[in-house]
């Protein structure tokens, strides 16, 4: 008895050291070389301070900027989360009636149904950082007022919103969409 536990105990041990420190620490290694910026966190960085990821959704209100999903959670990634309302709750309804409310005071005379569903409802997980470019196109009309771009200058955000619209993944997987956190960091740019 004595000489299986030794046996059990050895192995354990073994199997402890492949899976939890040989395993982890050479996908670290290939992980750092292959994909440096990915493995990271995607980070963002402006004047080498970090101001943001890739992968995490920012709040934007000012109307100069593409405005991303609402979030239940206020893009905090470390409670990631939906709000977990059903379709017959008051909270939840009072607060779409709010999102919409907040897109008409920007968006005169357009009826609800015109209002991309992704600029009213929360994603699930709170922090998504990309809307569809249908959201992002009907918000173009709204930050060329506030920023009161010119003819040419709106063209530019045209032409930057098609240009930061990435495909589904292999042309199979999700749907085109727009990061908004990087769209809203090349449009200061815009002369």
Do not use: C
Not at 22 to 34: K, Q, R, S
Not at 71 to 100: C, F, H, W, Y
Not at 112 to 141: H, N, R, W
């Amino acid at each position: 008895m004595k000489k299986n536990f030794l046996i059990a105990l050895r192995v354990f041990l073994v199997l402890t050291i492949i899976t939890g420190i040989i395993y982890p620490l050479v996908i670290t290694l290939f992980a750092n070389v292959i994909y440096p910026g990915k493995s990271k966190g995607s980070m963002i960085y402006k004047d080498n301070k970090i101001i943001g990821s890739e992968l995490i959704g920012q709040k934007f209100t000012s109307p100069e900027y593409f405005w991303g999903r609402p979030s239940a959670i206020d893009n905090n990634p470390m409670p990631s989360g939906g709000s977990n309302l059903g379709p017959t709750s008051r909270k939840l309804k009072n607060e779409v009636q709010a999102r919409i409310d907040m897109i008409k005071k920007y968006h005169e005379n357009i009826p609800i149904q015109q209002i991309p569903k992704d600029l009213l409802f929360a994603s699930a997980s709170g922090v998504d950082p990309d809307i569809s470019p249908e959201a992002a196109y009907f918000q173009i009309d709204r930050i060329a007022k506030a920023r009161k771009m010119n003819m040419q200058q709106k063209k530019e955000l045209y032409r930057l919103l098609s240009e930061y619209t990435r495909r589904p993944q292999y042309e199979l997987f999700g749907m085109p969409r727009v990061n908004v956190f990087l769209l809203n960091l090349v449009i200061n740019n815009i002369k």
